[in-house]
């Protein structure tokens, strides 16, 4: 008889290793064991079935040659046996067994086992407030919820909805109601900005200003109280900190996940900081006989080192293989994860890697950054898009630490990010990244790429060069009427800033600032404007040689622009 | 006085160098000189100029702030000097003076320098056949050519065109003049496929099946003979090899640059194997006074370690701020190429990084292939294109050598051969690409992206389990009526090729693999078929534990579809 291998989980991570070590070992007996009777799914798929992009939920569950991935799949496509509707209660690691429950019968049995799998997965956090159990109120964490709620969305009843949560699956879930079924959708966020795991607050506020165009509303900052009973069990509304009353009829957690690691940590297993398994870069737990992967394990995180729960399909999917090999005595490696990220919303694509600042500081780094909005293609070209991308690298080292971008054209948006999440394991320093070779050619990029013309940018910052003003500081102090705007780009162009704020909008164009020089303000804190930051930091530079020291915006009125839309918008004044 | 700054050449690495070093160093004396009057363009934009993408020649001219870069931009933004109209013609080292020859007025002056930067860029190679020299025949190496060009497009007067040469810039032509002119355009290339730099044969096919598709003729493997002369030096058509005749008003010449090295050379200067002028990691010229940058230069090829000529605006431009910060006493480091490339053709993305399998043979490795079709976003994801990808691996060390894709969504094509380029300088193995962290969405990728999924398949081909047949080799044979094709596809999707080719295409579904094994030919050369190359794969894995070898066709039936899309077809007999 073969190497018997159970695998505990049949979602993403367990058919992975499953189909695997089918692969490697035919003789294998193997096991496949899950608690649902839906196996097998695309679950990051969900919200695109909510939007209906995806009409059919039996299309996350196929394979891409139209099967779907069910017990009569596993069994004749694999010879995988599979046991839904079955949980694993209890681990005898000395006697190598695991013991199985059938939820439907109720009955027990002991299954034998060379190497175990956990793939347990993750629980929804759901915030212990009141009503959180109330009719319409859901987390979306399988396909039962998320039938349900799609079913809901049909109905036409469902006027108003709250998410509670702004990370990924709450925005993708937003997107999903408030896009086809125009369901008025408003989503309430404890941390300050939206994304908050991902992305820094101005590259969150960018994205956030594309919800609020197309329609949602977002309330950051603000607590969650309680969902509301509109009586008989059925929700009315939630009730928040600051907000007050937000009436809706569909409740939504996002709140995040958190590692299903119970049946681990009842058997022994260590666990992580985060809650986690832990585990080797074999993928296996304390106990060599015992695998573990997915949404229940920590990562190393490359950059940081710190060991983090990092719960993606992708990775689920790639540790699965990994498993797979090791599990039918092949070797394979899967050293942690570097963060990489990217999500749709709505027009917007947005990708990310590594660390953000505030991710960055909290591991002990000094974290500079530099941001800039340029042309996705050359900038002749007719379908250039602006992107917008921030690179974060340690002051003292230079390696750079993490990449933020977005954009309307969201596969250039993940190809800059993706390029950097290549090289963050092999700690690349910002020199690295000024000459990254991406590919030229004018349909897809500039000659100096967005990427090497951030890493440009940051290089003269680390080099005390280029001294910028961050966009966000700068449009604090300047509503407060602090600062004095020193506008080097074409006259007509400066015209709107000059209309608006008189003596607080200085034109002197950049060809002729060598000149006059002598007219930018020296009696009152002064700070130099152009369109992107190119232009402004070589401002800096000529007025440097004649001992002028002013900051500039970063990233420049593109920047400013898109952060505050009506920074120029003048009143109605009718 | 401060440094003096000599600059020859003024297109792309010239001018980047000049403002490079007037922001690092106030006081330097820059001179940029260039025998054109026309300087500091986009050279790549030529073709979209000529399609009338771009419709104005300036557009390629201007900054992203609209300013045309012309002599008084250089002099009134970035206080450097310029000449144009102005050829150097020696450099003395020992004095430290480059004579310089006013190309109108015929005087010549000598131009002290403390740094010297060559950025003498590339002449056309063009093959000596006769009529290379008639009345419409270019090389479209400049400008004016480009304006010539066009206006004769415009004026309606050229019905039919030869490019010669299926480089970038000839097929980058060819679209141009075909496309909005509808010229009827027939490209010639001596060499067996198009792009022979950049990709191997079947990724050429697949490529030039779009040229096809857009009505675009395409002759390989012929050689021009001559350019044939209407009368009155008007060139009436092409002569060749094979095809005969080709009557056309308008000849290009796209057979390739060679490094304009001459003032180097003459100077003394050490000139590599392809002739172009060798450089250190600090773009020093074998005089440590005197620079060279662009594509008069070689550079190291972080693969292959060869010296290679690599003309390509972008990595101009990223050498030119290296020469700048270098010139002004800094220190930075360019460390070569790994050959990123893209292009855009009709309809098509194509991009490819490090080198081709016949590169990586000529070099000394034994380079293996894992080749795939796949979805560029989840399946299940509505706006989903297929894509095509090939690694190379070395053999031995595992080495992932190089990556070539195309598909119709480029810059998802583009996201993929980036991050294996940013890879490919630290040397990763297949194991580094099997878990590469792309970012994952299903509006963006696969769990499993195809990245992932073709080092998955190289892989399992290294490691002898994968054992395919090329798709180029199973067509080859399977039309001389030599192979026997197991379809392990479902029955529906089998039933053309049974229909056309009866007992040569057997169908044994793979959910029925593991009963009916014994029904595969065993008397005939046989091979199995599935969609992609993964499940058949599988059924390797399947048959080889019965003590069945079968090769499978790598690519599957996506990859036979591709490059031979009548494969299937049924001639009609009415």
């Known amino acids: 008889m073969g190497r018997r291998i159970v695998i505990i989980g049949a979602v993403a991570l367990g058919p992975k290793v499953a189909c695997r070590a089918r692969r490697l070992d035919p003789d294998a007996d193997i096991l496949l064991v899950d608690r649902d009777d839906l196996i097998s799914y695309g679950g990051c798929g969900i919200p695109y079935y909510v939007s209906d992009d995806v009409s059919d939920l039996v299309q996350l569950r196929k394979t891409t040659y139209d099967a779907v991935r069910d017990e009569a799949f596993f069994r004749d496509y694999k010879r995988i046996r599979v046991k839904t509707r079955t949980e694993a209660t209890a681990i005898d690691r000395r006697a190598r067994t695991v013991t199985l429950r059938d939820l439907d019968k109720g009955v027990e049995e002991l299954a034998p086992y060379d190497a175990l799998v956990l793939g347990t997965g993750s629980i929804p956090f759901v915030p212990p407030v009141q009503g959180a159990s109330l009719k319409g109120v859901f987390s979306v964490a399988n396909l039962h919820d998320a039938r349900t709620v799609k079913a ?95 009436p809706c009829q569909l409740v939504v957690f996002a709140t995040g996940v958190r590692p299903n690691a119970a049946l681990a940590r009842d058997a022994g297993l260590a666990l992580g900081p985060a809650g986690g398994i832990l585990v080797d870069d ?164 500039s000659a100096m790429d967005i990427l090497n013309a951030c890493a440009n940018t940051l290089e003269n910052i680390l080099d005390g060069r280029n001294t910028p003003m961050s966009a966000e500081q700068f449009l604090e102090q300047f509503k407060k009427g602090e600062l004095t705007v020193v506008d080097i780009r074409a006259p007509e162009t400066a015209g709107p800033g000059q209309a608006k704020y008189g003596e607080r909008w200085v034109s002197i164009p950049l060809d002729t600032l060598s000149e006059r020089w002598a007219e930018v303000p020296r009696d009152r804190d002064a700070v130099l404007l152009c369109s992107s930051g190119l232009r402004s930091y070589e401002s800096q530079r000529i007025l440097a040689a004649k001992g002028i020291e002013l900051p500039h915006v970063q990233g420049g009125w593109f920047l400013l622009r898109g952060l505050d839309p009506g920074l120029l918008e003048v009143e109605d004044k009718a």
Not at 171 to 190: I, K, N, Q
Not at 345 to 355: C, E, P, Q, S
Not at 407 to 435: I, M, Y
Request: hydrophobic content about 40%; charged content about 20%.
């Open 152 to 246: 809901l969305l049909m109905s036409g009843k469902i006027g108003s909805a709250v998410v509670v949560g702004a990370g990924p699956i709450g925005l993708e879930m937003a997107e999903g109601m408030a896009d086809l079924w125009g369901v008025e959708t408003t989503v309430v966020e404890m941390a300050p900005q939206i994304l908050p795991q991902a992305l820094g607050p101005d590259m969150a506020r960018l994205a956030q200003n594309e919800l609020e165009r197309r329609e949602v509303r977002v309330l950051t900052g603000d607590r969650l109280l309680g969902v509301l009973d509109g009586g008989s069990g059925q929700v009315k509304g939630v009730s928040m900190e600051k907000a007050g009353e937000i």
């Open 282 to 445: 074999r993928m296996r737990t304390s106990d060599p006989n015992v695998y573990a992967g997915g949404d229940c394990v920590e990562l190393r995180n490359l950059v940081s080192g710190e060991s983090v729960h990092m719960p993606l399909g992708s990775l689920a999917n790639r540790q699965g293989r990994v498993i797979g090999t090791n599990a039918t005595g092949g070797h394979a490696r899967f050293m942690g994860t570097v963060g990489t990220f990217c999500i749709k919303l709505f027009g917007l694509g947005v990708a990310r890697a590594g660390l953000t600042e505030a991710q960055a500081r909290a591991a002990g780094f000094d974290p500079v950054c530099g941001l800039m909005g340029m042309s996705d293609r050359a900038h002749f070209y007719p379908t250039e898009k602006m992107m917008f991308l921030k690179l974060i690298a340690d002051r003292r080292t230079r390696k750079v630490l993490g990449v933020e971008a977005l954009g309307e054209n969201g596969d250039a948006v993940k190809a800059r990010v993706d390029a950097v999440a290549a090289l963050l394991p092999h700690g690349p320093t910002t020199e690295d990244v000024s000459n990254l070779e991406v590919g030229y050619s004018p349909p897809y990029a």
